[in-house]
């Protein structure tokens, strides 16, 4: 069925007609703009109408070499499904089948002629399906303890025999329970807010409360409340000890270690940023603590802090982060090597070893990622997730990639992922969930965004509101898109090794981005339409990075790496130099100029925390902090400055004069802002926040099946 259909000239069904050929998709003789992959998507289930396509077999066949996961798959099918008016509850054409995948259920015709009538359609959910049991049960409730004995009993005695007997030929059912904390405490969005002790029988959670303020709990399996660790205002980034005893964490600039039984925490060394930490066997801790620097190691008990790994400048590394030991070996411990200021500019895993200092870098990207005990590294991206065997003796992957279906939440500027797992398979995360883009105005209003940007990150928005460009990134290459979003059309600018932060000039002419190979990110401008070859402005050795244009359109804001640190420069584009903007001890980046030039607002790296800063652009004058943890700015117009702080979008009004600015207030609840840039209205892009904390049993078993349930497709649908 699937190669007769492909092989058709123009497949029919009800008022659409399929291009097989050519995949193009048309209603009435008029074309139907559909963005490559979601046509694609359309494409294979016809070609297998009336047959269930699982979701590994679309994702293989449609994104092929790209790291994806179900949530690209899931907005693909949504757009499909808008286009086609069809209703995912009464199918008329695409249905879908629970923990199976989807299947073309309309009739069907290959020139005229009926070779599919409407198939029987199968029930939405199957009598035997498990449903996770998420929402309706909280994690912690007067009867967890009785359930968290008897399920630890069970993975023991189930281990046990694993080691004596084959295992199973269907694995035991995956039961996923919701995450509960007491009311006003929430998971902070910051990086790798949780973790886990290896016999997972204590967790450690990122909370915030209700004015935002974070700091760190324990929360043991035995008990149904939590207890705070003294001194973890603004705490980031825990991790436990190998016995369980003791957790440390990042907080106000330097690394802390608090035992568990008492709540009591001390000081272990400086750390300016927080980028993880895993405490070795040997009772050393390797952490990563600045933005422009490699991993350091220090004894768990304090002491002199000694250099472990130094980024490669020569090959563009800009920072190492994201340590995670290997339960095991000796001394092996993974990290992530960023090239980029966002870790999603291009990331890639590697090994170092603690007592011969040999690193060894894999072939296989990730923004983070954490070795497991069945041998695999669990590779974590935003809205994404995979698994690959790696060989330890050798230092080398050893099968290939396997797409997960349960992603989780991933800081998109440092890349620290919001999951910790024990080594008995109880997995704790903030689940990472398909979220829709919604236009937000002054007013607060937010209104749905009709055309979908599938596949596209690192968005910015043109002045006039009309296009957004963002870019694609694939194993080998990127692409930097600009989409027309009244028509529905995309438009390829360039490509190449590395790109990041698009950004629009004053007119919505012009578009400066950073672009690079494996020697570093060079700032780059190219005719918004397509009608020139990019112009390579200025380059450097490490990375240059534009944030934001000047109102007159001469200058790029940029943040600039140096083996020191991040700062913000101005570069003039008629004579191609950089001048310094902004220079002090700490990072600064994301400089933004307000439309009638007179102030700049940037984010600051204060005591290991993102705080919104903003000063006069020109001449002396105060700086002056607006928040305290702040991401994204943007101008509305030369007195109005949103940003959000992970979880809402603030407003700020900033005064024509030197007095401090009003206090921030929400503009926005549960959204992120989403795209570089406001339109002439005053409209930015933001992000729902539909991030759902959970915990499974046996996660363990879900990976072996999905591994072993990965098959390759056909050559001839390949």
């Not at 000796?330 to 890639?348: C, K, M, Q």
Request: a neutral charge; glycine letters at 8%.
């Amino acid at each position: 069925m699937a190669d007769t259909l492909s092989a058709g000239s123009s497949v029919t069904f009800g008022p659409f007609r399929l291009d097989m050929t050519n995949r193009m998709l048309s209603r009435g003789g008029v074309d139907v703009a559909l963005p490559p992959r979601a046509v694609s998507v359309l494409w294979l289930l016809v070609a297998r109408a009336g047959h269930v396509v699982s979701k590994q077999d679309l994702l293989d066949t449609v994104w092929k070499d790209a790291y994806v996961s179900d949530t690209s798959l899931a907005e693909a099918i949504s757009l499909v499904r808008h286009t086609l008016g069809d209703d995912a509850q009464q199918p008329a054409f695409i249905q879908t089948l629970p923990r199976r995948g989807y299947r073309f259920v309309a009739p069907v015709s290959v020139d005229g002629t009926a070779v599919l009538d409407a198939p029987a359609r199968e029930p939405d959910a199957p009598n035997d399906t498990v449903r996770p049991l998420t929402g309706t049960v909280p994690l912690w409730t007067p009867w967890l303890p009785y359930l968290a004995c008897f399920a630890l009993g069970v993975a023991v005695g189930l281990a046990a025999l694993a080691l004596a007997a084959a295992p199973p030929t269907a694995p035991r059912a995956v039961v996923q329970l919701g995450l509960g904390l007491p009311d006003g405490m929430a998971v902070d969005r910051s990086p790798r807010p949780l973790a886990i002790t290896r016999r997972g029988d204590t967790s450690a959670i990122v909370v915030a409360d209700r004015t935002g303020a974070r700091h760190l709990v324990i929360r043991r399996l035995d008990r149904i409340d939590v207890a705070t660790i003294r001194d973890s205002e603004g705490a980031a980034a825990p991790f436990f000890s190998p016995d369980g005893r003791w957790v440390a964490f990042f907080a106000r600039g330097r690394l802390y270690k608090a035992m568990v039984a008492t709540g009591v925490s001390e000081p272990i060394a400086d750390a300016p940023a927080a980028l993880g930490g895993t405490w070795n066997e040997d009772d050393t801790i390797v952490f990563a603590s600045r933005w422009t620097g490699g991993l350091a190691m220090v004894p768990a008990s304090g002491g002199p802090v000694h250099d472990l790994t130094t980024p490669d400048v020569v090959h563009g590394e800009v920072r190492h982060g994201w340590p995670t030991a290997i339960q095991g070996s000796h001394g092996d411990v993974t990290f992530v090597i960023a090239y980029g200021l966002e870790a999603s500019t291009d990331s890639r895993v590697a090994l170092v070893n603690t007592r011969t200092r040999t690193i060894t870098r894999l072939d296989v990207g990730a923004v983070d990622a954490l070795p497991l005990p069945t041998g695999h590294l669990l590779l974590l991206e935003q809205n994404r997730a995979a698994a690959v065997a790696v060989d330890l003796p050798s230092a080398s992957l050893s099968g290939s990639l396997v797409t997960l279906p349960d992603p989780v939440d991933v800081d998109p500027l440092s890349g620290g992922a919001a999951v910790a797992i024990s080594s008995s398979g109880l997995r704790v995360a903030v689940e990472a969930s398909a979220s829709r883009l919604d236009w937000f105005d002054r007013r607060g209003t937010a209104q749905p965004l009709s055309t979908g940007l599938i596949d596209l990150d690192d968005l910015a928005l043109s002045p006039d509101g009309t296009r957004v460009a963002g870019i694609e990134r694939r194993h080998d290459s990127q692409q930097l898109w600009v989409v027309d979003l009244i028509r529905g059309a995309r438009r390829l600018l360039t490509r190449a090794r590395r790109l990041a932060s698009p950004v629009w000039s004053p007119d919505g002419r012009v578009l400066a981005f950073a672009a690079g190979d494996l020697s570093g990110l060079a700032l780059s401008t190219i005719p918004a339409d397509g009608s020139a070859s990019p112009r390579e402005v200025l380059s450097q050795r490490g990375a240059l990075v534009p944030t934001g244009w000047y109102p007159d359109g001469r200058g790029v804001v940029v943040a600039r790496w140096s083996p020191s640190g991040w700062d913000l420069a101005r570069v003039t584009l008629a004579s191609r130099t950089a001048e310094l903007l902004a220079e002090s001890s700490e990072d600064e980046v994301a400089g933004v100029v307000s439309p009638d030039g007179k102030w700049l607002a940037y984010q600051t790296n204060q005591m290991g925390s993102w705080a919104l800063a903003v000063r006069r652009l020109e001449g002396p004058g105060p700086v002056m902090l607006v928040a305290s943890s702040a991401y994204r700015p943007a101008w509305l117009d030369a007195a109005t400055l949103l940003f959000d702080n992970g979880t809402d979008v603030f407003r700020v009004s900033v005064p024509d004069d030197s007095r401090p600015p009003d206090p921030a207030v929400v503009a926005g609840h549960r959204q992120t802002i989403a795209a570089r840039g406001a339109d002439a209205n005053g409209r930015v892009l933001v992000r729902g926040v539909t991030s759902t904390p959970a915990a499974t049993l046996e996660w363990y078993d879900q990976l072996r099946a999905t591994i072993a349930a990965s098959q390759p497709l056909p050559g001839a649908l390949r």
